[in-house]
């Protein structure tokens, strides 16, 4: 197992259409967490899974945001009818224990 | 709700200089904290972690923190800057009953020849 992996590494996309990005964690890990990290600034919490359940969201998860666990394996999240202002880093990141361990992340612009 | 405060936006030192880095939080209970590398177009690479224990933590690349509960603060320290070093650094805090980690806002660490 070679770390958390995120795929795609770039997208972008035009205003209006969605998007699905993909996270394979840390085969061990039970708890997987969404980021999304914009210019400047440090990552802001998304949403929180625990094996295959979604157990927190973040105000900042709009009703075009969607995320899956469905397998308590790898994670989706999904953006529909994207805008502009959803250009950012999304980081996925999985957790055993205390710490975290983050993928590469999955840059999203939209145009 | 936990934050985390980095004050300084950007850190510049000469190699060969000890560095620190920053660093207040708050919690509402006892804290994780934890600081985090990012070089550019790349996620976040873990430093080093306070849990319990020793005030003093040590981790990657020579890196150290103190844990220093009466000031809120959780500072990253390097004896001897390397040009390598200059990266984004994040602080993060996590509550020990809580499952988000929140991060600040990043600090540029910029090491000069």
């Known amino acids: 197992d070679t770390g958390v992996s995120q795929d795609p590494r770039h997208k972008i996309t035009k205003r209006g259409q969605n998007v699905t990005f993909r996270c394979d964690p840390i085969s061990e890990h039970n708890r997987l967490y969404w980021y999304r990290q914009t210019l400047g600034q440090g990552p802001e919490f998304l949403t929180y899974?625990?094996?295959?359940?979604?157990?927190?969201k973040s105000r900042l998860l709009s009703d075009r945001f969607s995320a899956e666990r469905p397998k308590g394996s790898f994670s989706t999240l999904e953006i529909q009818r994207t805008e502009q202002g959803d250009s950012a880093m999304y980081l996925c990141a999985s957790s055993s224990g205390y710490g975290y361990t983050f993928g590469s992340g999955t840059r999203l612009t939209v145009v | 709700a936990q934050s985390v405060a980095q004050p300084e936006d950007q850190v510049n030192v000469a190699e060969g200089n000890p560095l620190t880095v920053k660093c207040t939080y708050s919690?509402?209970?006892?804290?994780?904290l934890f600081w985090y590398v990012q070089y550019p177009n790349r996620g976040l690479q873990f430093l080093l972690k306070?849990?319990?224990?020793?005030?003093l933590v040590k981790g990657s690349y020579g890196f150290e923190a103190e844990f220093n509960k009466s000031q809120t603060s959780f500072h990253l320290k390097k004896p001897s800057a390397l040009v390598s070093d200059s990266a984004l650094y994040f602080c993060?805090?996590?509550?020990?009953?809580?499952?988000?980690?929140?991060f600040g806002a990043g600090t540029r660490l910029t090491v000069k020849p």
């Open positions: 919690v509402s209970g006892n804290p994780y």
């Open positions: 306070y849990i319990t224990g020793d005030n």
């Open positions: 899974f625990q094996n295959e359940a979604q157990l927190e």
């Open positions: 993060a805090v996590r509550d020990i009953h809580d499952n988000d980690m929140r």
